[in-house]
Each structure stands twice: as C-alpha cells, then as structure tokens.
Nanobody, 123 residues
Framework: VQLQASGGGLVQAGGSLRLTCAAS????????MGWFRRPPGREREFVAA???????YHADSVKGRFAISRDNAKNTVFLQMNNLKPEDTAVYFC??????????????????WGQGTLVTVSS
C-alpha cells in the first residue's frame, strides 16, 4: 500500500486545515487508518485512528478539535483540524495497519506510512 499525505501548510492559531491521505495498491477498506505527528524535537505521537467499522479514536490533546474520517470508495482518509494551536505544529503522517483495538495508538502496529506533511501554526 502506498500512502500520499497532503494538505499541510501555515495557518494562524484558531484556524483550520484538512489533511488528506490517498492510498493505492491495496485493499484500503481492510486497514485501520491512523494519523500520527512528530512535533519539532519530539517523538512521534498518536493523533487519531479509524477502524474498519468506522469507529474513531482521538488523542486527548486533539479531542473536540480534530476529526478523522474516511471515504472507502475513494481510498482516502481525512483529518479535519479545527481551532489549531501552536502546539499542533508538527509533521503529520498517515498510516495503515491492522492493530487490535487496544493498540490503535501504537505506531509499531502500522505497516505502511505516508511521507508526511508539515503543519505550522503561528501564534
């Protein structure tokens, strides 16, 4: 599976961005899709995941502001980011895998990764 993330950019605090991850080369609907991010100078961290049954999970730091969704017909997963904060600044990665429900936030459970898209939030 190849993943291509896009939609990053520079936005002011309080603004919105929508990230898109297009998948090709596999059975998209059979994978759990996730978004992770790597803030400057920090480790990669979980942002959100969406299971094959469309159950969504979000990190506490983004709950109520970010929303993950998918369009299986178009092999695409989205991350709608609202009310962005400077601490959301990071390179965002989409990923595909088959983690069990208790391991959705574990990046080691994801097999395929996109190249990352940079989100910069200015104060």
């Amino acid at each position: 599976v190849q993943l291509q993330a896009s939609g990053g950019g520079l936005v002011q605090a309080g603004g919105s961005l929508r990230l898109t991850c297009a998948a090709s080369g596999g059975t998209f609907s059979s994978y759990v899709m996730g978004w992770f991010r790597r803030p400057p100078g920090r480790e990669r961290e979980f942002v959100a995941a969406l299971t094959r049954s469309a159950a969504s999970y979000h990190a506490d730091s983004v709950k109520g502001r970010f929303a993950i969704s998918r369009d299986n017909a178009k092999n695409t997963v989205f991350l709608q980011m609202n009310n962005l904060k400077p601490e959301d600044t990071a390179v965002y990665f989409c990923a595909a895998g088959r983690p069990i429900s208790s391991a959705l936030a574990d990046s080691e459970m994801y097999y395929y990764w996109g190249q990352g898209t940079l989100v910069t939030v200015s104060s």
